[in-house]
């Protein structure tokens, strides 16, 4: 495979990409999945230990902004849609390699363009479905 075939780089491009955002939202969301267990975990034992009040509700608090953020910037749905994106376009590089399934025909170089970039069109639809749908303001009763 040429170093400078567009179609080849581009799938590598995005296949990088999708890995290393979903890497980093997976990490992003079980650092503060992890962090709102553990301050949660907190609240009983300050109440029990009668500290102030506000100092009880301000850690209740900490709670409810870290779960705010996480329904805001959506770490959970990200980490699994672009994982779910890399392996679809790891298993297209994969059967184009092999030159089998949908790539044994004699135009497998354009068919892999059109599939990547059907894969990573899909994935940015989700993408801005879903953020849309977490960013509209709910609706007054």
């Known amino acids: 495979m040429a ?3 567009p179609v080849w780089e581009r799938l590598t491009e995005q296949l990088q990409w999708y890995s290393s ?14 962090a709102q267990i553990a301050v949660g975990a907190s609240v009983p034992v300050v109440a029990a230990l009668s500290a102030p009040a506000a100092v009880t509700a301000t850690i ?22 672009y994982r779910s994106t890399a392996e679809s376009l790891k298993h297209e590089k994969y059967l184009y390699l092999a030159q089998s399934g949908p790539y044994r025909a004699n135009d497998r170089r354009a068919l892999l363009a059109e599939r990547v970039e059907a894969l990573t069109s ?15 303001p709910a609706a007054s009763p």
């Open 21 to 34: 955002k979903g890497a980093a939202a997976q990490r992003t969301y079980k650092r503060v999945k992890f």
């Open 60 to 81: 209740a608090a900490a709670v409810v902004v870290a779960e705010g953020a996480q329904q805001l910037f959506q770490w959970h749905t990200s980490w699994l849609q």
């Open 122 to 136: 899909s994935e940015h639809t989700t993408w801005m479905t879903e953020h849309q749908r977490h960013s509209e």
């Open 3 to 5: 170093e400078t075939d």
